[in-house]
């Protein structure tokens, strides 16, 4: 009878597993979990799959039961053991909501999210008190228990970039968080966070050429990401490619102004002012483009600003030097007048902009003596002669004062 009574029993959880109901040995399980029987846990798991290899119960609590193998691994410090039960969990966690979506999505999607917040949590605790090792650990056991988020990844990479401009650009420590995003991005090659990372750190060690071609291939794609115009700029300055670095800061000022945020045009101004003072240069020489942007950041500007209103004069003057020089070299006589009217409009204009700097900064010696300039240009030589001396009285005091 006995016997006969194992048989039945026997038969029946076949029959249960077969359509689709828990297993006994899984609901053992769930018993030893929470008598904190990880291990025994497992293995009646994987007993209850050999009778039926589709249950998904067996697969949700496998995952369940290596998330807490992996929390002990941790208490003992041993993380290798708590990333691979880590990604164990993951595994099996996916599994069951594979199998029964409609019963495991939601429960599986936050156990996913429990482990990646305990673990990332930590890696911040650490972080904020600087013990990098120990923060680096806690990322990589975030990124084993959700590999769908690339972030924990992004976080050693930025935390290694930290160490390295504490340590002069340290090129191990560079060198360490290149191989982990090479590491990553064999894994996801289209993961267009961690490759913007990776230019960031081919350009602090020295690798130039790399970083452009990633950051060019990556503009193609994400011509509106702020933070890629602003790595590609600063790659750009770094370079001494002050002209690339404008084109780049004016696509960005471009971002910033469609999105249509008031707080935003402090960083549009000063970026208007940064740019066009790169395209003014004399081996550059876009002075309309310089002018243009000048006159933009002054309408941003409550009240004017000493340095953009500098910076303009400067442009006017420079850009009819520019002019005048250019209507010497002209062989044609109506080019070469052409040329010297668009000289003179410019001087004109540097002397509007200089009347009004000199208003707005009695004690801005610099607009008394661009200001100057642009009248002796203009054959204004009296006034030219007026704002001279007013430069010298400026140049004087302060060297007196200091």
């Known amino acids: 009878m006995t016997r006969m009574r194992s048989l039945c029993l026997s038969t029946l959880l076949l029959l249960m597993a077969l359509a689709g109901c828990r297993s006994a040995q899984t609901t053992s399980a769930i018993l030893y979990m929470e008598e904190q029987k990880y291990d025994k846990a497992v293995k009646v798991l994987h007993e209850a799959l050999e009778y039926n290899p589709e249950e998904a119960d067996a697969f949700y609590y496998l995952g369940e039961a ?7 691994a941790i208490s003992e410090n041993k993380f290798a053991d708590a990333r691979q039960n880590y990604g164990m969990a993951y595994g099996y966690y996916n599994k069951a909501r594979t199998l029964k979506p409609e019963q495991f999505k939601e429960n599986v999607e936050l156990a996913l999210l429990h482990n990646y917040t305990l673990r990332n949590n ?12 120990a923060a680096e650990g806690f990322f990589q056991l975030a990124y084993a228990s959700l590999p769908d988020s690339i972030a924990p990844i992004k976080n050693i ?46 350009a602090k060690l020295g690798r130039s050429d790399e970083a452009t071609q990633i950051y060019d291939d990556l503009l193609r794609e994400h011509g509106t990401d702020a933070a890629l115009l602003i790595d590609m700029a600063n790659l750009a300055v770094q370079d001494g490619k002050l002209e690339r670095a404008a084109d780049l800061s004016i696509r960005l000022i471009n971002v910033l102004e469609n999105d249509g945020n008031p707080e935003n045009d402090t960083e549009i101004k000063n970026l208007m002012v940064q740019s066009a003072g790169w395209l003014a240069q004399k081996d550059i020489h876009r002075y309309p483009e310089a002018l243009d942007l000048y006159k933009r950041a002054l309408q941003l500007q409550l009240l004017p600003e000493q340095e953009t209103m500098v910076g303009r004069l400067l442009t006017h003057h420079s850009y009819g030097i520019s002019l005048k020089l250019q209507a010497a070299e002209a062989v044609d006589p109506s080019a070469r007048a052409e040329l010297e009217s668009q ?15 000199v208003d707005a900064f009695f004690d801005c010696a610099n607009c008394y003596l661009l200001l100057a300039r642009c009248q002796f240009e ?8 007026a704002n001279m001396m007013k430069f010298n009285e400026l140049q004087a005091s302060s060297s007196g004062g200091q």
């Open 343 to 357: 000289a003179r409009a410019q001087f004109g204009e540097g002397v509007n902009v200089g009347n009004a700097a």
């Open 66 to 72: 290596h998330s807490k193998l992996a929390e002990v």
């Open 122 to 133: 930590d890696a911040k605790t650490e972080y904020a008190g600087r013990f990098y090792e």
């Open 157 to 202: 990479a930025i935390m290694k970039i930290k160490q390295a401009n504490e340590n002069n650009n340290d090129p191990a420590i560079l060198g360490a968080a290149l191989t982990l995003l090479d590491d990553v991005l064999r894994q996801r090659p289209g993961a267009y966070d961690l490759l913007a990372d990776k230019a960031n750190v081919l």
């Open 378 to 385: 203009t054959g204004d030589n009296k006034a030219s002669e």
